[in-house]
């Protein structure tokens, strides 16, 4: 069945968005072609369809009322940091830690992959808008692919269809995003960023990450190049509001790598003896920020729903997720139960007797291998949270008064500090560490370099980005405080030291109260530390020696965490900024 057009274009950018169709219409040779309109019909119908290929299998629907699952090809659960590429014209715009490709090499090998990829199927013309409608900040990319679970999942994660094309502003200048399935050969897996035509190319994959390009690829690799060029920021941060009992606002924007509780820290709910206080969520993953006239920086959420983590997730750790995942959600390779329920590890309640795990295996308690893929996700709308934030929608975005990075460290960096300055700020995000999850191919739990949470996500070289951060300084005149956390620090037993999801709300409000001049702080080494006893401990039994252990920074542990930060600089030397060998200088000194 071909399905035509069948909705009113935007006036202008149209020809453009039709002849990039074409274009690749040409090359793929799809039997039909279906262009996307975002419409209540559309999506029924897609299920439909989805469901009778085998694609997705509906849950049970009394208990998940519009939740679908899906499968992956076991060889295809993550992100793949070896197969991504940015093609700019010379190898160094890259840097030294994206993997790189001449534009016209990469395109000729991938245009020959697509050639004909399309025969006996689908080509979805999927129109997507990042950021609300109107936002200075928006965007629009058109993402052609022959996934039906990938057009399903940008459903959910974009603004998308008919929105998309009308906020096209004439000049033609929407992302051009390619995705073809292929047949999953994990040899012929390239995901691949041509910033200066505006585009991406994406082949071999339908993992999340990888194909749903208005996400890492667009939002993230494409979208630091473009706001380096025209002055804002593109970042890997989750953004949020608290308000206190009195009503103030204020808005935080916090970078942890993938798999590291942004999604849980962006949802949290305060211990029940901060009464008044309320957190709501703007954003779990993206945040893109921009001086605004007033001095300050202000940032939107681009996305439209949650693409999360799955093992862990559960009514202690995270009831918001778990509310906003009960309906309208897509499941992607946790374990099911007999019932068409679904189940992970860490989820809430006993452990089911008998499930089909992920790979589609009888399942038992017995069994040695995990039900659910460590990397299993939910793909839910963000309507469906109860703490999302109305602020969501406005064009403007919101004003961020603190910034916050975190890795997931067992050892040397303390809970909380906060930096001297924005200069000592952007050092602690450029010389951010973080063990590896299974968000992306590889090793697991290897403490690796990961500046501001974007290693593998910062579209060109890593030095010219930090000297991006340090300029952005320049346009604000009442910048963000920049704050370090770890909530994974372990104690000498090996268990963590701090309780983390809800209690994090105590290092929040800290961070708040510095923000607002409400909070005092000790002067150290490393940065403005709290002590003890300016911690609201309301309600939470704290011993001052696990605090101590949680907050000490040891000589021998930071000689060693400088010297490995050093063999990190060192590979960015070329474009690291002046000033940030200068802070490293001053960090030497004070220790
Ligand atoms: O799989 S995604 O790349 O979308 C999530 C993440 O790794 O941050
Ligand atoms: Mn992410």
Redesign the pocket.
């Known amino acids: 069945m071909t399905i035509d057009r069948k909705f009113g274009m935007a006036p202008g950018g149209f020809e453009s968005v039709e002849k990039f169709v074409e274009k690749y219409r040409a090359i793929c040779e799809p039997d039909q072609v279906f262009w996307c309109d975002g419409s209540e019909d559309e999506k029924k119908f897609l299920l439909q369809q989805a469901v009778s290929a085998g694609v997705l299998e509906p849950l049970n629907q009394d208990i998940l009322p519009g939740c679908y699952y899906h499968r992956s090809n076991p060889n295809d659960v993550?992100?793949v940091e070896q197969c991504t590429y940015i093609c700019t014209p010379s190898r160094e715009d890259a840097g030294p830690t994206n993997n790189w490709a001449a534009p016209r090499d990469m395109y000729e090998k991938l245009h020959g992959l697509l050639r004909s990829s399309m025969r006996g199927r689908t080509m979805y013309v999927v129109p997507y808008l990042m950021g609300p409608p109107g936002s200075p900040l928006r965007m629009v990319g058109i993402e052609l692919t022959d996934s039906i679970y990938v057009v399903l999942n940008m459903r959910i994660m974009s603004r998308m269809g008919r929105v998309a094309l009308e906020q096209l502003t004439g000049k033609g200048d929407f992302n051009r995003g390619v995705h073809c399935t292929l047949n999953l050969d994990p040899a012929q897996r390239f995901i691949c960023h041509f910033p200066q035509d505006n585009a991406i190319i994406s082949v071999g994959s339908g993992?999340?990450?990888n194909v749903?390009l208005g996400?890492?690829c667009l939002a993230l690799r494409i979208g630091s190049s473009l706001g380096r060029q025209q002055g804002w920021l593109a970042e890997?941060m989750l953004l949020l509001s608290v308000e206190s009992p009195t009503g103030d606002k204020t808005y935080v924007a916090a970078a942890f790598p993938?798999?590291c509780g942004k999604t849980n820290f962006s949802m949290m709910i305060p211990p029940a003896s901060f009464e008044g206080w309320k957190v709501k969520t703007i954003g779990d993953?993206i945040a893109w920020m921009r001086p605004g006239k007033d001095g300050r920086l202000w940032a939107i959420n681009p996305e439209a729903g949650y693409?999360g983590v799955a093992p862990g997730t559960n009514f202690a750790t995270n009831p918001n997720a778990m509310r906003s995942i009960q309906s309208d959600t897509i499941y992607t390779n946790v374990a099911v139960t007999p019932n068409g329920d679904v189940w992970w590890e860490g989820k809430d309640g006993p452990v089911p007797e008998n499930l089909t795990d992920w790979k589609g295996n009888p399942w038992t308690p017995q069994s040695l291998e995990k039900a659910a893929h460590p990397n299993s996700?939910f793909t839910a709308p963000m309507q469906n949270n109860p703490a999302l934030a109305p602020e969501v929608n406005h064009p403007d975005g919101v004003p961020i008064s603190a910034i916050i990075f975190g890795g997931r460290r067992a050892t040397t960096m303390p809970l909380v500090f906060q930096s001297f300055n924005w200069i000592h700020g952007v050092y602690l995000g450029a010389t951010m560490a973080s063990e590896t999850t299974a968000?992306?191919a590889g090793e697991l739990g290897k403490v690796r370099r990961d500046p501001m949470a974007m290693l593998p996500f910062c579209g060109y070289h890593m030095g010219d980005y930090f000297n991006h951060w340090l300029n952005i300084r320049r346009e604000l005149n009442d910048p963000p405080r920049i704050f370090h956390v770890n909530w994974f620090r372990k104690g000498k037993d090996g268990s963590f030291l701090w309780p983390g999801y809800g209690e994090n709300f105590r290092v929040l409000k800290w961070v708040i109260d510095r923000c607002r001049g409400r909070a005092p702080a000790r002067e150290t080494a490393i940065g403005w530390m709290p002590r003890f006893n300016e911690f609201d401990w309301q309600g939470l039994p704290f011993a001052k020696s696990q605090w101590d252990e949680l907050m000490q920074y040891d000589a021998a542990e930071w000689r060693r965490e400088l010297l490995w930060q050093e063999e990190f600089l060192l590979t960015v030397h070329d474009r690291l900024p002046k000033e940030l060998i200068f802070q490293r200088e001053l960090l030497i000194s004070r220790l």
């Open positions: 993550a992100r993992y999340g990450g749903l996400k890492k890997h993938s798999a993953d693409f996700r968000a992306a």
